[in-house]
């Protein structure tokens, strides 16, 4: 059985992104083997393969699997070192990482962003330790194999990606054909992260705020992060700053889709935010909620637009005359349970680190953010450019989003 890629899915073919596990206690390394092996059987798309032919990019699941599973001691490499595409290259789509210490380690689910997206790879990386977990209980899982090809976000999609989002699909597609080479690690220069983990308290404090302002959790953060920005450009008065924001469809139409039919079914939302140097988290995350609001319900409709079509040329232009710091790109996982796990292992961190790929697309000198909430505890990856931000810039910026979500004023 196969497939082709569409047109959206081509455009991530060589990008591969990873949910990162910490945790603390002891692992039984040959019980997380075979957990991927049935998680394997549980979702065939784990062990496809893509095959380039004359007619397109050829998605198939062959009979037979080794699932790719690594294991590291953590005096040889941090996580982040062996999940980079440049220095340990994945055989295929998906691959199981471990990075082990005497009482504590990592343990990382990487894949292919063509065909697996966030919501997919949280779900299956909650099944991977659920099997796990049962393993190490003595319980043999039986899975039940899923569909063995997913569907193409494009069946999904219709009256939702309207026609600009479909000519930056294909330009992006054009441009990552012409300087794309997959037998190539990337050599350009890592972008600078930034992790920053909130405590209980001031994640559930963000939540009341959003409440009480009648916004959203995700709007209160971009504006943080948006402000802290706006405060490093030298302009006193008013400026116009962009976020652009992947928004995911899945519970948003009827019937849902669920988490692992599919991938990529989402769009790029951009808000154009007016603001002062001082200005304010409650207005700024009601201009970001609004402008989410009027986009979602306009394209769940399929009205005509109200607004002027997305201009994307911001976020791929290599070069921009604008400030760096007045054009961000924020993502927003969501939130996700604790993960069971045995007694003798707690996981007590989970971070999506999307800053692995091979030969990005289009680089881009602006900041990009990816926020999730694991177990009730938010966690913001920030990457910084390293050519237009410095670590001390970076550390900077980062000091002023968390105090502006940590002060807990609400007006």
Not at 179 to 200: F, V
Not at 308 to 324: C, G, K, N, S
């Amino acid at each position: 059985m196969f497939r082709y890629l569409d047109h959206v899915e081509r455009q991530w073919r060589h990008r591969y992104f990873a949910f990162s596990a910490e945790y603390v206690g002891l692992i039984d390394k040959e019980k997380l083997r075979r957990s991927f092996e049935y998680l394997c059987i549980q979702y065939p798309m784990l062990t496809a393969e893509l095959e380039q032919d004359n007619i397109g990019i050829r998605l198939s699941v062959p009979p037979e699997f080794d699932a790719e599973f690594l294991s590291f001691s953590e005096r040889q490499f941090d996580i982040a070192a062996v999940l980079r595409y440049q220095q340990f290259r994945p055989r295929g789509l998906s691959r199981l990482l471990l990075v082990e210490g005497p009482e504590s380690g990592h343990v990382a689910l990487q894949v292919n962003h063509a065909v697996f997206d966030g919501a997919a790879t949280s779900t299956m990386f909650r099944d991977l330790w659920q099997i796990y977990t049962d393993l190490v209980g003595g319980v043999l899982p039986t899975p039940t194999p899923r569909t063995i090809l997913t569907h193409p976000p494009s069946m999904f999609m219709k009256g939702i990606w309207k026609e600009t989002d479909e000519e930056v699909a294909q330009t992006i597609l054009l441009r990552s054909e012409v300087h794309d080479d997959p037998d190539t690690g990337y050599t350009g220069q890592l972008p600078i992260q930034r992790i920053s983990r909130l405590n209980r308290r001031d994640t559930a404090d963000i939540s009341i705020q959003a409440r009480t302002l009648q916004t959203s959790v995700h709007a209160i953060v971009a504006g943080a992060i948006v402000i802290a920005l706006r405060r490093r450009v030298p302009i006193t008065d008013s400026v116009t700053m962009t976020c652009y924001t992947q928004i995911d469809i899945r519970d948003k139409v009827r019937p849902k889709i669920g988490s692992t039919d599919t991938a990529l079914v989402s769009f790029m939302h951009r808000s154009e935010i007016d603001a002062a140097h001082d200005a304010e988290l409650p207005a700024v995350a009601r201009m970001i909620k609004r402008q989410v609001d009027i986009d979602v319900a306009d394209r769940l409709a399929s009205r005509r637009r109200r607004q002027a079509e997305i201009d994307y040329q911001l976020l791929t232009e290599t070069r921009t005359i604008r400030p760096v710091e007045q054009i961000v790109r924020i993502g927003n996982a969501g939130k996700i349970p604790a993960f069971p796990t045995p007694n003798a292992l707690r996981v007590i961190d989970l971070v999506l680190r999307s800053e692995v790929s091979v030969n990005p697309d289009l680089p881009s000198p602006h900041p990009d953010f990816t926020v999730s909430t694991y177990d009730g505890q938010m966690s913001i990856n920030a990457r910084f450019p390293s050519e237009n931000f410095d670590n001390d810039d970076a550390a900077a910026i980062e000091a002023d989003y968390l105090n502006l979500l940590s002060a807990r004023v609400i007006r």
